[in-house]
């Protein structure tokens, strides 16, 4: 059965202190793995999608990475409107995606 | 990418009744997706909607609760029937990816009273 599972539930962060967030996935055929920023009230606003072990993407202070059991989002120098909930996803045998439960994180000023 | 308008943005429903919610997307689009965020949780896919043919629905989820209707290539509607408090949720719909990612609207935010 495919799972997702990401870790920590909450992060508080102080501005300026990088860190990174954990996505790790149980599925058979991975056809790529998507991470999503959700603002509260709104919908998930697309990130990143990795397709295969090794590879990374950067996007401004955000960097993922993928293995073949999990992924990290690296947060370099965080700012507070980097503050939302970051949702991992896969991707396998259907068009569908499968989501985790999210990271909620709080940059403090 | 797709952009995706999602209708209404939130609504408060007496329990027993029904909502529909409306998704139109601003170009063409094979495969267009129904979610559900309930509260403190991540999203469950509802069902698969494609232009032309039935719905297809996830485990736990049946036709008569939730009729999906696909008249054309831009525009999907998800009817929440004989609503409970239980249905109180977010419900998203998304699209295939056009680029690189599935896109999502902004959600309909439903409260059951």
């Known amino acids: 059965e495919d799972q997702v599972t990401q870790s920590p539930e909450a992060l508080r962060l102080q501005e300026g202190e990088s860190s990174s967030l954990n996505c790790s996935y149980t599925?058979?055929?991975?056809?790529?793995l998507f991470w999503y920023r959700q603002d509260p009230g709104k919908g998930p606003e697309f990130l990143f999608t990795?397709?295969?072990a090794g590879e990374e993407k950067e996007k401004e202070r955000l960097k993922a990475t993928l293995t073949k059991k999990e992924s990290f989002l690296h947060i370099t120098a965080p700012k507070p409107e980097d503050s939302a909930t970051y949702l991992c996803?896969?991707?396998?045998?259907?068009?569908?995606?499968?989501f985790g439960t999210g990271t909620r994180l709080t940059v403090i000023p | 990418s797709a952009v995706i308008s999602q209708k209404p943005s939130r609504d408060i429903c007496q329990r027993g009744t029904s909502l529909t919610i409306q998704c139109q997307v601003d170009?063409?689009?094979?495969?267009m997706f129904w979610y559900r965020q309930q509260p403190g949780q991540s999203l469950t896919l509802i069902a698969t909607?494609?232009?032309?043919?039935?719905?297809?629905?996830e485990s736990g989820f049946v036709i008569d609760k939730f009729p999906i209707s696909r008249p054309n290539l831009t525009f999907s509607t998800l009817t929440v029937s004989n609503m409970s408090p239980e249905d109180s949720s977010i419900y998203l719909c998304?699209?295939?990816?056009?680029?690189?990612?599935?896109?999502f609207g902004s959600g309909t935010r439903l409260t059951v009273v």
């Open positions: 990795l397709y295969s």
């Open positions: 996803a896969v991707q396998a045998g259907a068009n569908n995606l499968f």
């Open positions: 998304s699209v295939a990816p056009t680029g690189d990612g599935y896109t």
């Open positions: 599925v058979s055929g991975l056809r790529g």
């Open positions: 909607a494609n232009q032309g043919s039935e719905a297809t629905y």
């Open positions: 170009s063409q689009v094979t495969m």
